[in-house]
């Protein structure tokens, strides 16, 4: 989710979901040791509980990065053992670690002797041609000996070679019976499930086989359904906001970021295009929110405006 999931998309998560956990996009522990700390680490308090994300491999500067995630006050860090893109393994990490395991470990004990937060893995069920259970059961379970308790497993295979980084959401089958099968080996474990999960129902069903779910693109691109699960997984129905009021507190938050850091309103409207997604009237207000055109106009007149096309596009469907 890099270039996605940045600060301004989980506060907008975050109006829509109080209980689920926010993950930030992947930050490599060079752009720490190397570049600006607070433009990479900076969160909004709203967003807890929020975990970050890392990148990399080298033991001594996980724990370097793992530190500053604790100073800036984030509940869980997360080490990326499953993205496959080019970019990624040029820096010698992602889906690629999972060839190495004994390096994953002492990465993840090195940071939890400079943290007391959990240190959790997200990985794939195996790369390239391997398909064989015992790969990525060997996988957590030398992981799991340095003191990691929680694996999130994205139940693909992850293609070094060959397939773009989309194609490699897609292409690669889903086996989530995988993932199953690493619960019942490693019942003390948390194991999480990823991958073309998109609706509540089967949310549910993969509850029945492991301790947690974890949705990216869906909860993208569909961000309403977040406002379904505090009520049907936490047993917390609280009142629920309207798509218009989350709008309003947009917003808002984009009035705000500009007087604070000149952060212009389209670098945040971007991340709630999908507020109306599958609504009466969803596509003009899209296109009003995404128009270049209109970027010199205040996000006020800008919701006016959109607000005014919802409305036709209501009309002409009714």
């Known amino acids: 989710m890099m270039d996605w999931t940045d600060r301004h998309c989980r506060y907008f998560h975050r109006l829509l979901t109080q209980r689920t956990r926010l993950y930030t996009e992947m ?27 890392m990148g990399g491999s080298e033991p001594q500067e996980l724990a370097y990065a793992a530190k500053l995630g604790q100073q800036w006050g984030y509940d869980e ?3 990326n053992c499953g993205c496959p893109s080019d970019r990624v ?18 990465g993840v004990k090195a940071m939890l002797d400079e943290v007391s937060l959990p240190v959790t893995v997200k990985h794939r069920i195996g790369i390239d041609q391997i398909e064989s259970y015992d790969f990525v059961r060997d996988f957590v379970g030398t ?8 694996f999130i497993v994205h139940a693909r295979n992850a293609w ?13 089958p889903l086996r989530y019976e995988l993932a199953y ?27 029945q086989h492991v301790d947690g779910v974890m949705l990216g693109r869906e909860a993208y691109y569909n961000p309403w359904l977040l406002t379904t ?30 007087a604070q850091d000149a952060c212009p309103w389209y ?27 209109l970027k010199p106009l205040p996000p006020r007149e800008v919701m006016g405006l959109a607000r005014e096309a919802l409305a036709r596009g209501a009309e002409v469907m009714t």
């Open 27 to 53: 930050v490599t522990t060079g752009a720490l040791r190397h570049g600006n700390v607070e433009r990479h680490l900076r969160f909004n308090a709203q967003e807890h509980d929020v975990a970050l994300q």
């Open 77 to 79: 860090i997360n080490l």
């Open 89 to 106: 393994q040029r820096g010698a990490f992602g889906a690629c670690l999972m060839n190495e395991p004994e390096l994953v470990a002492q």
């Open 143 to 150: 992981v799991s000996q340095a003191g990691s308790q929680v």
């Open 160 to 172: 070094l070679q060959g397939l773009s980084p989309k194609e490699n959401r897609e292409v690669p």
């Open 181 to 207: 099968q690493l619960k019942k080996d490693f019942p003390a474990l948390c194991i999480v499930v990823n991958g073309g999960i998109t609706t509540n129902a089967q949310i549910a069903h993969h509850l």
């Open 229 to 258: 699960w505090d009520a049907q997984f936490f047993d917390d129905a609280h009142l629920i906001p309207s798509r218009e009021a989350v709008e309003q507190d947009m917003v808002t938050y984009m009035e705000r970021a500009f």
């Open 267 to 293: 670098a945040i409207a971007r991340h709630m295009l999908g507020l109306y997604h599958g609504q009466r009237g969803g596509r003009l207000w899209r296109q009003v929110w995404s128009n270049h055109k």
